[in-house]
Each structure stands twice: as structure tokens, then as C-alpha cells.
């Protein structure tokens, strides 16, 4: 894929994650520099390899965006880790390239005393991992009075023995509990970062990924994105678009309310009419997701991204658009987004019926808010797209709703426990 570089692939999903709850992935980062460095201790890694590590060490606490307690770290970390340990392991399993690593994730807190009992590849590095974030948690917490004696003397028993040698070795060979008080470290990750070499296909499942955890906040901001996907995706064959611009189209599709993971819920969800000042909030969604994919992504689909609420008679945002200013494939997402927002459910309304969207679509249509070869198309098969829609969508969402079942049988084993 010429559309994204590997590096940016995380760089992306990290700043992402950063929009929902930066402090989360501030100390994914950090947990993960000391990974690295422990590897880099230990010998025997090809940079790609660490650079793997890396990322999913920075991600360890993907599954946390799911809980209910995202904010309280300790809570999460130590009180009760194992149903964000278990849900970032199904998010990895299910929708990531990486997925014989998933399971580290899942053993992350687990204590070195049964870990060694596991016939697991990658259980040595589940161990380092542990040690790694608990290093963090704690030296945050005690600050100066930070002592490595309280790990030593656990070791054998909750933490393993090698990890603990490692991390020693590390702050003498690279000082990386001071690099990260200063925040030097955050050079020597992007470094490594580098390294990182994902394929076409690795990158499309990345990307996928990252429209999944758009449901951390509710599953019908997934469900939203699939079927404007779908939309955009049957608007634009049926519109003759070349095969590269039906790939840009699919990505921009894909992402196209990325930016909507910074609108807080209570927001996103309220069951009344927003404010002037809400509505507002939520039009930053536009000028946030073009920020996150500025210089990452082609500028061709960020352009995409930056147009879905733009208006063919320049009462869009936030450029306030018009017709000759825009390429189809930002003219088909804008009709796509809007027959989406109709379709579905919305918190203070009930989805509208296909007499209710066509009259609407048409109406608009007639005012030239819409492309009138997307808006003819789209009227024409209107029954032909909405059955092809709910039959990918229904596909697409097959995964998600399993990952989340699996997530929520295990949750509620841990509960009864």
C-alpha cells in the first residue's frame, strides 16, 4: 500500500488512542521503551523484531479503552487487570496481523510463578512486560524514593528472575529511568519505530483495527463506519471510479470520523438536540481527523476525510466547499455519510424509513447541498444498495460482535469468581 508508511501505521494508531485518554498510552510508551531496552540487553533481536515488540508493548493497554475505569491506571492495572488484559488480547487475535503475539497481552499480569508453567513462545517476554509496567507504575507513584529492591525481592516468585536482572542492566547500560523522567526516551522509540515493515495486506488489518476501536465509545460508531463503506464503496462502482480511486475511497471511508474519538460520549450520546456550543464540539471531528492523518495518510483520502461534511453548494464544513472545488469520490462520501447518519439509530431518534430518506435526499438534492449523478444513482438503487449494505455490513460486523460476546462471557467468569 503506497498509502501509509509502516512507521506511520503507529504513529497513527498511537495518537489515536491518545485522543480517548493520553495518559493511557503515555504509559504504553514508556513501558514499552523499557521492553526495548531490556531486549536490547538481552541480544539476539533483528531490529523488525523489536520494533514488533514495541508496537505491541505500546498498545499493551488497548483493552483498557473498553473498561469503565480507564481513568484510574492503579485500578486498572492492579486492582483489576484481568478483563483489559483479556479484551486486548481478543482486540490483537481477532483484528491484528500480530496475532501469535496477542497472548502476551493477555499474560501480561500474569505472576512469573505460573507464567514458567506455561508452554507459551512468547511467555519470557509476557514476564518482561510485567516487570516493565509495574517499573512504571510504581517509580511514577514514589517518585525519588523509587526503589528497584521492592522488584528484587519479588523475584522468583511475582516477577521473573531474568526480567529483573534485565531491567537493572538496562538502567545501568542506558540510564532509562532517567531518559524517561526527561522524556529523552521518546527519540530512542521513534527510532526503533523505524524498523517496523508491516505489508499491503498487515496495513489494511491495521487500519481495519482502528475502526473497531471506535466502539470503545459505542458500538454504532463501528457499525455507522461499515456501512458508510458500503455506501461509498457500491456509489462509486455503480459511478464507473477508477480502481485506484475506489481504494482511496475505501480508506477514506474507513477513517473518515476518526476524529470523532475526541468528542467525550456524553456528547456523542445525549438524548436531546446538542447545544450551539455541543454542535460545535462536535464539528471539530472534521478539522481533528484531517490533523491525525495530515502527512500519514495520501493526501488523496485525507482530502476525503477532510470533505464528508462539506455541501456541493458551499453550506458544508469546514471549508465550506463547493461542486468545482470537489472530486466525486468526496462528493459520494458526503451523500454516503449523510444516507448513514439517516439510516441508523441515533440516541434521540429513531432510524428514519427508506420513504423518509429518499424524500429527504431528494429535497436537499434539489437545493444542490448533493452530487445529482450520486443523489440520481443512489435514488435509482436504493433497494438494490441498502440490501447490499446490510448484507456487508452484517458480514463485517460478525467479528466485532465476537470479539465483544467473548469479552463479555469471560468478564462475567471473572465476576461470579
Keep these: 500500500m503506497k498509502y501509509i508508511h509502516s512507521k506511520d501505521i503507529f504513529l497513527l494508531m498511537r495518537d489515536t488512542l491518545k485522543m480517548i485518554d493520553r495518559r493511557a498510552m503515555d504509559h504504553g510508551s514508556r513501558v514499552a521503551y523499557y521492553l526495548y531496552k531490556m531486549l536490547e540487553c538481552r541480544g539476539g533481536y533483528e531490529k523488525f523484531e523489536l520494533a514488533d515488540l514495541v508496537f505491541l508493548a505500546s498498545l499493551h493497554d488497548i483493552g483498557a479503552y473498553k473498561t469503565e475505569n480507564l481513568k484510574n491506571l492503579i485500578g486498572y492495572e492492579c486492582r483489576e487487570p484481568m478483563p483489559h488484559a483479556t479484551y486486548g488480547y481478543l482486540v490483537f487475535k481477532h483484528l491484528s496481523p500480530i496475532r501469535e503475539l496477542a497472548a502476551v497481552i493477555l499474560y501480561h499480569h500474569t505472576d512469573y510463578s505460573q507464567l514458567e508453567k506455561l508452554n507459551y513462545e512468547y511467555k519470557d517476554i509476557a514476564a518482561f512486560l510485567n516487570l516493565a509496567e509495574k517499573v512504571d507504575i510504581f517509580s511514577g507513584a514514589m517518585k525519588d524514593s523509587f526503589d528497584m529492591g521492592l522488584f528484587r525481592r519479588q523475584s522468583g516468585t511475582v516477577f521473573s528472575p531474568e526480567a529483573v536482572e534485565l531491567f537493572e ?28 515493515i508491516f505489508n499491503n495486506e498487515d496495513k489494511k488489518k491495521f487500519l481495519e483495527m482502528l475502526m473497531y476501536c471506535q466502539g470503545f465509545k459505542s458500538e454504532k460508531a ?78 488523496e483520502i485525507v482530502k476525503i476525510v477532510a470533505a464528508h461534511h462539506e455541501r456541493c453548494d458551499g453550506s458544508g464544513y469546514p471549508r465550506r466547499l463547493r461542486g468545482t472545488q470537489m472530486n466525486h469520490s468526496q462528493e459520494i462520501i458526503q451523500l454516503a455519510d449523510t444516507v448513514t447518519a439517516l439510516w441508523g439509530q441515533r440516541a434521540y431518534r429513531a432510524p428514519f424509513d427508506k420513504k423518509e430518506v429518499l424524500s429527504l435526499i431528494r429535497t436537499e438534492a434539489d437545493g444542490g447541498k448533493y ?28 467479528t466485532y460482535r465476537k470479539l465483544n460476546q467473548q469479552y463479555n462471557q469471560v468478564s462475567g467468569r471473572l465476576k461470579e469468581e
Design 371 to 398: 452530487s445529482k449523478a450520486a443523489v440520481k444513482i443512489f435514488l435509482d438503487s436504493y433497494d438494490e444498495i441498502m440490501e447490499k449494505v446490510k448484507k456487508r455490513s452484517d458480514e463485517i460486523m460478525v
Design 222 to 299: 463501528v457499525v455507522d463506519t461499515v456501512t458508510c463503506i458500503c455506501i461509498s464503496e457500491i456509489l462509486g462502482q455503480k459511478m464507473h471510479l477508477s480502481e485506484l480511486e475506489l481504494e482511496q475511497l475505501y480508506y477514506g471511508s474507513l477513517l473518515h470520523d476518526i476524529g470523532m474519538l475526541a468528542i467525550p460520549r456524553e456528547i456523542i450520546e445525549a438524548p436531546r438536540k446538542l447545544t450551539a456550543d455541543e454542535y460545535e464540539k462536535v464539528k471539530m471531528h472534521v478539522h481533528l481527523g484531517e490533523k491525525m492523518l495530515n502527512n500519514r495518510m495520501a493526501e
Design 169 to 196: 542492566k538496562a538502567v545501568q547500560t542506558y540510564d532509562i529511568l532517567n531518559k524517561v523522567n526527561s522524556g529523552e526516551y521518546k527519540a530512542e522509540l521513534l527510532e526503533i519505530v523505524d524498523y517496523m
